[in-house]
C-alpha cells in the first residue's frame, strides 16, 4: 500500500501578530500491490502515472517507507489505527469460539494457536478520522473499504438470487427492471449498509463510492459480473468531496475555515485483472447499483489509460534493448 499527504499555511495577524498557522487538508490514497516500480516518480519509463508523479515533483518523495504488513486489509487496518493487525486479530479472536479452543489447545501442546484472520474495525476502535474529526477535521471515506462490514441486510435466499445475475442481464435497459427491480433493492440496500457501517466505525461523515472488499473476494451481497473497477466512480466522487468541503466553497467552523480528511482506497492495482474493466465495452458497474458518468472531468479516459499502458511497454522494451547494445 502506499499513501499521499495535503498542504496548508497559515496568514499572518494585524498589528504584527501572527495567526495559528491553518490546518492543512489532507489526501491519504492507498492502493495496494502497487510496486514502486510502477510509478514515473520512482523511476518508471512511460508515463504510467502523470497526476502521481506530479505530487512527486512537486513534493517530498519517501525513499525508505515500510508497510506494516505484506497483506492488504492488515496494512490497512495498521494505516488507520496506528496499531499492528495483531491487536485486532487477537482480541476479535477471543469471541471466536474455534480460536478459544485452539488457544487453550497450544497452552499444552506447545504449537503455535490456529488465530482466525479477523481485521475488522470495531466500535472499540480509534481510527485517524476519529481523532481528526475531534479537532474540527471534515471526514470522509471512498473507494476500498476492507476492515469488515455490518451483517447483511438480505435474506440467504435474496443473496442467493443476486448470485445467479449474469452478465446478459446486466445492461442500462434491464437493470432497474431485473426480477422486478428486486435485485436493484438488493443491492441499494446492502450499499445503504455498508456506507452506515463506514460512518459508525470508521469515524466519517462522509462515506460513498464504497468498495466492501477486494473485488476478487467481494462480498456475497453483489452479482459476480458487477465486481469489476470501476476508478472514475471512485476518482469522481473524491473530486466532489473536495469542492464541496475545500477552497472558499467549503465547510466553515467559527474562524471561516475547516480542513477535511479524504481517505481513498484504490482497488487497483490488486485483482483481479483491470484489462476486462478498461475495455470499451465495459459497462459502468458499481457496488452501488449502474453508474451514469457526468462529462467534464479532468481524469484520463479509458482509451487513454490503454494508451499509456501500450507507450511504456514500448518505452521499456526501447530502454532495455539500448542497454543490451550499450553491453555488447
Known amino acids: 500500500g502506499g499513501g499521499g499527504g495535503g498542504g496548508g499555511g497559515g496568514t499572518a495577524g494585524g498589528k504584527g501578530r501572527a495567526s495559528p498557522l491553518r490546518r492543512p487538508h489532507v489526501v491519504l490514497m492507498v492502493a495496494d500491490d502497487l510496486d514502486l516500480r ?75 494457536p490456529a488465530v482466525s484472520f479477523d481485521t475488522r474495525l470495531r ?14 477535521y471534515v471526514t470522509g471515506a471512498f473507494g476500498l473499504w476492507q476492515l469488515g462490514v455490518s451483517a447483511s441486510v ?19 435497459s434491464k437493470w432497474a427492471a431485473l426480477a422486478g427491480g428486486k435485485v436493484k433493492r438488493l443491492v441499494a440496500g446492502e450499499f445503504a449498509a455498508l456506507q452506515e457501517h463506514v460512518r459508525k466505525v470508521g469515524g466519517f461523515d462522509v462515506a460513498e463510492r464504497l468498495y466492501a ?48 480528511f479524504l481517505y481513498i482506497g484504490w482497488t487497483l492495482p490488486h485483482g483481479p485483472d483491470a484489462t476486462v474493466s478498461l475495455r470499451p465495452e465495459a459497462l459502468p458497474f458499481t457496488p452501488a447499483g449502474m453508474w451514469k458518468p457526468v462529462g467534464g472531468s479532468a481524469r484520463a479516459t479509458r482509451a487513454e489509460v490503454r494508451r499509456r499502458g501500450t507507450d511504456a511497454r514500448a518505452a521499456i ?8 547494445a550499450a553491453g555488447k
Open 154 to 172: 438480505a435474506s440467504e435466499r435474496e443473496l442467493d438470487r443476486l448470485q445467479g445475475v449474469n452478465r446478459s442481464a446486466l445492461t442500462p
Open 213 to 260: 472488499g477486494a473485488l476478487d473476494t467481494e462480498a456475497v451481497a453483489l452479482p459476480p459480473p458487477m465486481r469489476t473497477h470501476n476508478v472514475e466512480w471512485v476518482a469522481d466522487g473524491a473530486a466532489q468531496f473536495i469542492q464541496t468541503y475545500g477552497g472558499n466553497g467549503g465547510a466553515r467552523d467559527g474562524d471561516g475555515y475547516r480542513p477535511f
Open 38 to 112: 510502477d510509478l514515473g516518480a520512482y523511476g518508471r519509463l512511460g508515463g504510467l502515472t502523470p497526476s502521481i508523479d506530479s505530487i512527486g515533483d512537486k513534493g517530498v518523495v519517501f525513499t525508505n517507507a515500510h508497510a506494516a504488513s505484506p497483506l492488504s486489509a492488515p496494512s490497512r487496518f495498521a494505516l488507520l489505527t496506528g496499531s499492528r493487525a495483531s491487536c485486532s486479530v487477537l482480541r476479535n479472536a477471543l469471541h471466536n469460539s474455534a480460536t478459544r479452543a485452539s488457544l487453550s489447545a497450544s497452552a499444552t501442546s506447545l504449537r503455535p
Open 123 to 136: 466500535s472499540r476502535h480509534t481510527t485517524l478520522a476519529h481523532r481528526l474529526r475531534k479537532r474540527g
Open 317 to 324: 522494451k526501447t530502454a532495455k534493448e539500448a542497454a543490451e
